[in-house]
């Protein structure tokens, strides 16, 4: 199902709902969409609409342990040369970062094209997640990362996804070979502004990680238009 045949539907009869939600009373996730793309007009609003849509749902699950005044925003359609992280603080509907991202090494060179939610697989995963605790790690400081969406990423946990700074996250660099340096699964971000990115997200931020892939577009239980048939 494409990305135009599929935003009506999930548009169709939501409405955002809960306390301190981060968002005006009754405003649905098309309207917050609007005015997310108007703070950051280089970003898809589509890709914003859906991002809205799943965060959305996810709220709405029982015990969801999501922050509804964070959103992340990766788009994975754009090539790595390209910014395709935005942070944004749903409450003010401010951009907070616009950022250049890595992703899997076995999910592309300089266009992310494969995913998977195996341990191994040194690929990059597509959906829902919600960014809990910090760690000193490998990778210096970084964010656990828990997939909200079984059979895609669901396992994010346990691979080790997580966010966090990398020197071959290097835009420049990037210019010159054609392509960021890849990750095996993590969305690494500039080392420069890792930490302070890190911690606009922690603890409970919602993260959507898109791509126009057929299969997570139609069985996503966040972009369903029932929100997976467990909304609360």
């Known amino acids: 199902m494409s990305l135009r045949l599929l935003t009506p539907l999930l548009l169709s009869g939501l409405a955002l709902t809960g306390p301190a939600a981060g968002q005006k009373a ?16 280089a970003a898809d609003r589509k890709v914003l609409q859906l991002a809205t849509t799943a965060l959305q749902c996810a709220l709405r699950q029982p015990n969801s342990a999501v922050d509804p005044t964070r959103l992340a925003v990766i788009d994975y359609s754009r090539p790595s040369t390209e910014q395709r992280l935005w942070v944004f603080d749903v409450t003010q509907q401010k951009l907070l970062y616009q950022e250049w991202v890595a992703h899997g090494r076995n999910s592309g060179s300089n266009r992310t094209e494969r995913f998977s939610n195996r341990d191994g697989s040194f690929m990059s995963s597509l959906g829902g997640f919600t960014a809990q605790e910090t ?12 997939g ?16 966090h700074g990398a020197p071959y996250v290097n835009p420049t660099v990037a210019q010159l070979q054609g392509r960021l340096g890849r990750s095996l699964g993590c969305p690494a971000v500039r080392l420069t502004v890792a930490k302070p990115l890190i911690n606009s997200l922690r603890g409970g931020a919602f993260v959507f990680a898109y791509y126009p892939d057929k299969e997570w577009l139609e069985h996503s239980r966040l972009l369903a238009p029932d929100c997976g048939g467990r909304a609360g």
């Open 135 to 146: 760690y000193m790690g490998g990778n210096g400081y970084s964010l656990r990362l828990d």
């Open 26 to 41: 009754g405003q649905s996730p098309a309207l917050l969409a609007d005015a997310l793309a108007r703070a950051a007009p």
């Open 148 to 163: 909200l969406e079984p059979g895609f990423n669901d396992n994010a946990r346990d691979r080790a996804i997580v966010m």
